[in-house]
């Protein structure tokens, strides 16, 4: 299950959270729409169980996207105890898959 998030949301979940994964994204952001379903089914495979997975308005939330880094859309961080691990801006499910195994 992905959870849409703001910027105070989002600092609770990675406060509450050990194992955090968000999407960026901008309701203009064609690339964002297209890997919407993708990131959900990724959020309800099996293997990621315990892994909380967050949606962000990148254009609407300027503190989770200045604690993430982000410079273009659609855009991937992981957090690990509250701390960024690592941050793509991509449109590959494959690169995507890769970072969230890393939270494992």
Known sequence: MVLKVND???AENLKQNE???VKFYADWCGSCRLFAPKFTKLSNQEAYEGITFLDVNAEENPEARKLAGVNNLPFF???KN???LKADNTSKEETVDAMIK???
């Open 102 to 104: 890393e939270l494992l």
């Open 19 to 21: 194992k955090v994964v």
């Open 77 to 79: 961080a992981t957090f």
């Open 8 to 10: 105070i949301d989002f």
């Open 82 to 84: 509250g701390n960024l």
